[in-house]
């Protein structure tokens, strides 16, 4: 009988009103490495998404893993970043054992480097943890990443996935008179959507097409109030949806857009794919690791509106092809982008290391 490898997984916030990358990915690693791994495996987090409580978690968390390991103790941590570095360091060096890191993204390095946004210490806090701190193992989501400089210099990208659907009864109709469009995520400015609203006023026939906007965030009456002003009647803001509900907005879609400034490895993109739905995005992120252009999507240049207009009139354009191109993302999505896939990756990683 083989023994089980205990894990202490640290992620600094999950199961609140908060869902992004990290915490999608967290609970479909957990589920497979329990189900079909020989893994036995603690969850510490909080709920809270703020700020404060993340960076006070990390503090109590030390103390909760160190008994935790007293009383039956851990082989391996594996922290989520970015704020949960600093405990799954503490706690390596404190218990002796190797630490795995996991980077769903350098959103704020890639924003500087854009010049959408300033040098702050949000910058300075993710670039450290990310960056200067040697973890036994980092992992990416996104080869993006490998672009900055690093202590860690054997960086593992072990890309998101979904889970397989049976399309069959999913075959979309993209000849219809409206075009609809659709997109999925936090309403945050990292995602771009000031810029398809302004994108969206320089097409010429604004009849031909229909947004609709699944999510919610910061900027979600600010995101409204511009809409209003652009005068988008063809934009509607439906808010956060899950299950049922989201999944019948991605069968009724027949462009996916996804817009974004900076990005890990948007697993929104590949349940666009998953659906057949061709798509059309940013070079953001690992999208270009992804997205063939003219072959599974459409891809533009991050950040520029004009770019924005001219992908959105091409795609609309080739309307024709978006059937072959959903198809070839569905094909690319269930042979490459599982999360069985990610996980098999992941666990050579864990057994490396124990």
């Given at each position: ?211 609709k906007i699944v999510g919610d965030g910061s900027l979600e009456t ?43 490895q948007p697993i929104v993109l590949l349940d666009a794919w998953s ?80």
């Open positions: 009988m083989v023994d089980k490898i205990r894990i202490a997984m640290l992620i600094d916030c999950y199961g609140g009103s908060f869902l992004g990358g990290g915490q999608t990915y967290l609970d479909n690693i957990v589920r497979i490495l329990k189900k079909d791994y020989p893994c036995e495996i603690n969850v510490f987090t909080q709920r809270n998404a703020g700020l404060v409580a993340r960076l006070v978690w990390n503090l109590w968390v030390v103390v909760q893993v160190f008994f935790h390991h007293v009383r039956k103790p851990f082989q391996l941590i594996h922290a989520q970043a970015f704020s949960a570095g600093i405990s799954g360091k503490i706690l390596s060096v404190i218990l002796g054992i190797p630490v795995v890191y996991s980077v769903h993204g350098s959103h704020t390095m890639d924003m500087v480097g854009l010049k959408y946004e300033k040098k702050s210490w949000k910058y300075y806090f993710e670039k450290y943890l990310l960056t200067k701190v040697k973890y036994d193992k980092q992992i990416s989501v996104s080869a993006n990443f490998l672009q900055y400089p690093n202590v860690n210099k054997q960086i593992e990208v072990i890309e998101n996935g979904v889970t397989k659907k049976d399309i069959k009864k999913f075959e979309k109709n993209t000849l219809d008179k409206k075009i609809k469009l659709l997109f999925v995520g936090r309403l945050e400015k990292i995602k771009g959507l000031e810029i398809l609203l302004h994108s969206l006023v320089l097409l010429e026939n604004k009849s031909q097409y229909e947004l600010s995101l409204k109030a511009l809409s209003k002003k652009l005068k988008l009647n063809s934009v509607e803001f439906v808010g956060k949806k899950t299950g049922d509900e989201l999944e019948k907005l991605y069968l009724d879609a027949d462009l996916f857009v996804l817009p974004s400034i900076a990005e890990g659906y057949k739905l061709p798509v059309l995005v940013t070079t953001a992120g690992h999208n270009p690791w992804m997205v063939e252009d003219g072959k599974n999507g459409f891809i533009v240049e991050v950040g520029d509106v004009s770019a924005l207009v001219k992908g959105l009139k091409n795609a609309f354009k080739n309307h024709d092809k978006w059937v072959s191109m959903g198809e070839a993302g569905f094909k690319k999505v269930t042979s490459t982008y599982t999360w069985e896939i990610a996980v098999k990756k992941l666990f050579k990683e864990y057994q490396k290391l124990v």
